[in-house]
């Protein structure tokens, strides 16, 4: 899918992720068989494979065939079994019961200790894992009970859904664990393939562990029509990925741009993915221009954010509601309508006026000497149209006397610029996808990078009190109080989240359901 980021995900994030079903077409025909080669085609490369190490959710996609987690989701959304059989907990503890005849990669038993130590690892802020405060949260703890099989977990703070955020978590084995080189383009999971070769930029073939029947919910080992290889092909450009769709070259393939309208005219079978597209990050580090909310917000007013939608979705796209994918989870709140600042090019300028950035040489705005000059991201793996929507934002805050310079920047160099903190930059639109509003906390608040994943340096503290409160009320209950919280980051124009796309994945040759992503176990090879 091309989405940045994860909730898994940024998100997954970021990124990552979230996917929503829509009505599919079910065209391409033909029975299942045995024995083929499963290409899918990737919009970028996933980089550093390590489940536990990662934002991305092209990453997480290509961890879901290598790795299990304790839940799953189905297609509806609904948790199903994973590799626990039974779970049950409270906003502080959860419990879970472990499959019997789960192994790993080397044919080892996986144990309840081996389960908790991942817990307490991701847990655990001194290992800075990217999945503490989205599965695990910080100062978590786990303990495993090898004779009973089960594993429980103790969380240092309240967790409003911390039996489905934990039970999300990536499983690594024993020997990864110990050695997590091993996992940057290999594997050591309990997943239904494992990495026969990793060519960076190109490919990743994995092959099926045959000994597999542990799957989702009822899945059955003996399912007519398993591919027996899978090739992850990286085809950054969506029309070449398209072409080798219809030749047969590859089975499946994400296609936002325009494209999927020549994809959908031969009926081939796809699952729709509603995500998001439209989310306008700023960089509000100390001492930068976006860290004033007047900048900020002039900077949103300058912006006709339903032309920019549409520009950026190919018109396909629909208003965002809420910072979490829609369907995907418990809270449904419409957090965003009314709570952006409407476009008035005319406010904007008075806006800058008030906090001292005035018209200099060249119309570019100065203050002190300074230039409003701003670095702005996009990525370049999110289709064509996304580049046609940073030119016209570009052109927006020209008009308003800022210098833009834009960026045109892969995941793997969002990943290190942004979200590791490691280059500059003022704002950008950065895609995170989740399912549960817990999952945002690591992105809006605490500590940034290299510490903690708030990439943006957010400090809101109605957001912090809000979910503080929303935190200590277990599942939807709390809606209200996240809801409050979604509100509070939009008053402060921390992040502008205005469009969410419709992505089709479409298949030839397989056929496959989404769950947060593509889900291998349920791919079928036809012929």
């Given amino acids: 899918m091309r989405s940045a980021i994860i909730a898994g995900s940024l998100v997954v994030g970021l990124a990552l992720s979230a996917c929503s079903s829509d009505e599919p077409t079910t065209a391409g025909g033909g029975k299942p068989v045995e024995g083929q080669t499963l290409t ?150 309990t997943g239904m393939y494992k990495v026969a070769e990793a060519v960076p930029g190109d490919h990743y073939t994995l092959t099926r562990r ?10 059955k080992a003996d399912q007519p029509g398993l591919a027996d290889k899978v090739v992850l092909k990286v085809v950054a450009n969506e029309t070449t990925a398209a072409n080798l769709l219809i030749s047969g070259q590859v089975n499946i393939a994400a296609i936002s741009g325009p494209d999927k309208q020549r994809l959908q005219a031969q009926q081939l079978f796809n699952r729709s993915a509603g995500t998001p597209l439209g989310e306008l990050w700023f960089n509000q580090k100390p001492g930068l221009p976006t860290a004033d909310l007047a900048v900020r917000k002039a900077l949103t007013q300058a912006l006709d954010l339903t032309q920019l939608g549409k520009v950026i979705t190919g018109g396909t796209g629909k208003p965002t509601t809420s910072f979490v994918v829609p369907g995907t989870g418990p809270c449904n709140d419409d957090t965003v309508t009314g709570n952006i600042p409407g476009h008035d090019l005319d406010a904007a300028k008075a806006a800058l006026d008030a906090a001292g950035w005035k018209a200099g040489a060249g119309g570019i705005r100065e203050k002190g000497g300074t230039k409003l000059s701003l670095v702005f991201y996009y990525l370049t793996n999110l289709g064509p149209t996304i580049q046609s929507g940073a030119e016209l934002l570009q052109k927006a805050w020209g008009e308003l006397g800022v210098d833009v310079s834009l960026k045109a920047v892969s995941t793997a160099e969002i990943s290190t610029v942004v979200l590791a903190g490691q280059g500059t930059w003022h704002a950008g639109l950065i895609p995170l996808t989740v399912n549960l509003p ?65 992505v089709p994945i479409f298949g030839k040759g397989a056929t496959f359901e989404l769950s947060d992503g593509v889900a291998p176990q349920t791919i079928r090879m036809l012929g």
Avoid at 62 to 80: E, M, R, W
Wanted: proline share 5%; charged share 20%.
């Fill in 40 to 189: 899918m085609a990737l919009g970028s490369d996933p980089g550093n494979l390590d489940p536990q190490f990662t934002s991305l959710s092209i990453t997480k996609q290509v961890d879901a065939f290598l790795y299990d987690s304790l839940i799953n989701l189905d297609q509806n959304g609904q948790q199903v079994a994973g590799l626990a059989e039974k779970w049950e907990g409270t906003t502080t503890t959860a419990k879970y019961t472990l499959r019997k005849g789960v192994t790993c990669l080397d044919g080892s038993p996986l144990t309840a200790t081996t389960v908790a130590a991942n817990i307490t690892f991701v847990g655990n802020p001194a290992s800075k894992s990217t999945r503490i405060g989205v599965f695990v949260p910080p100062g978590a703890k786990a303990v495993g009970d090898d004779t009973a099989g089960t594993v429980t977990v103790t969380a240092a703070a309240p967790d409003a859904f911390l039996v489905r955020n934990v039970g999300g978590l990536h499983i690594v084995c024993d020997k990864g664990m110990k050695d997590r080189k091993l996992l940057k383009q290999g594997s050591d999971g």
């Fill in 438 to 502: 817990s999952q945002l906390v690591s992105f809006m608040s605490g500590t940034g990078p290299p510490d903690g994943g708030n990439f943006a340096s957010i400090k809101n503290p109605a957001y912090d009190a809000a979910i503080a409160k929303a935190s200590k009320i277990a599942g939807a209950d709390g809606c209200a109080d996240w809801a409050t919280g979604e509100r509070a980051l939009l008053k402060e124009v921390n992040v502008v989240p205005f469009v969410n796309s419709t």
């Fill in 210 to 219: 045959k000994e597999y029947a542990w799957g989702p919910g009822d899945f």
